[in-house]
């Protein structure tokens, strides 16, 4: 018989999971809180890795969809001084093909293809070790059994408190975020600064990102430390009073630069949080978590695509007929834990370095990072 096979999440890596799986031609059933795909914004764009992304969508049959939809240019990457120096430009070759960016809304269609997803299905609770297998207790009030449970659940992972008591932690450094529609008619002079790809200037504590999207749109992140509530006295729904105070904590950066500020559309706040790097857990059978729900990291580009790596490569041995299902989801987890571990590392360094008290550490992080 086919093992009853859930994942509970439906971003990038329940979805990789589910569609090697469907390709396999294992049913697995996916549950969705969002009670709709388009039921809020899908977030920005994300470059995805030659060995790590770009692998799960082959291992699913759809790198070539992908290649089609992707971003090359989009690897493009300028630094700025806070007074509008460029510092540096990089900019892909025309066959670049290592870290395309792509929309995560187009991403996510992709990737649901034939999937029947189950929209509006949150979940309240996994509970192993029943008579019938692992429980999956819902918001709704119903509950269903399976024989293996796939958190793919993200930071506030309902499923994680099954096989660990691990939360996220506050870092210290809170994104807010805001965009800039039809940018390169609206807005020309910023449209050029920003160029095809990311743009980036940081100072003391402080730094403001900008991302191209397809369509004209660009996502802005300003990033600083402060404490959790630094925004106290300030309503977050007043966009003018959100901007002023933005506008007043990066108070003499260069004009051009403020102008993704004083564009901006709405302002999202964005703290970050993140697992402990070395997390794991003692093995629980019937229940394993993948992407956010076990490693959650600074969003450096690594988080989405592991997890989606990680879904197909947890679907290929499901699909590749080993009997006992228990075994693979245990030599999944160690070698999860090993590659998780080493980029959580990596992100948390990296993260310190981006927002950190000498600006010429972002810029030599980016040097090592680079192409030459």
Known sequence: MRQRIAVVGGGPGGLAFARVLHRHGHPVAVFERDPAPDARPPGGTLDLHEGLGQLALDKAGLLADFQALSRPEGQAMRILDTDGTVLRDWRPRPDDRANPEIDRRQLRDLLLGPLDVQWGRGVTQVVPGARDGVL???????????????????????????????????TGVTFVETFLDDVDTRHPDLARLIGDGSLGVYGVNRALVAQRNSGGHVKVYAQFRVPLDWHTNLDLADVEAVRSSLLALFDGWAARVLDLL??????????????????????????????????????????????????????????????????VVRAFEEQMWVRAGRWATITAAGLERLVSPDPAEALALFDQVQPS
């Open 262 to 327: 004083r564009h901006g559309t709405a302002f999202v706040n964005r703290p970050l949080y993140v697992l402990p790097v070395s997390h794991t857990w003692t093995h629980t059978p019937g229940v394993t978590l993948l992407g956010d729900a076990a490693h959650l990291m600074p969003p450096l580009g690594a988080g989405a695509n592991l997890a989606m790596l990680e879904g197909a490569e947890l679907a290929e041995s499901i699909a590749a007929g080993a009997e006992d299902l228990d075994e």
């Open 136 to 170: 999956v207790q819902f918001a709704d009030g119903r509950q269903e059994a399976f024989d293996l449970v796939v958190g793919a659940d993200g930071a506030w992972s309902r499923v994680r408190p099954a096989v660990s008591s691990a939360t996220p932690h506050y």
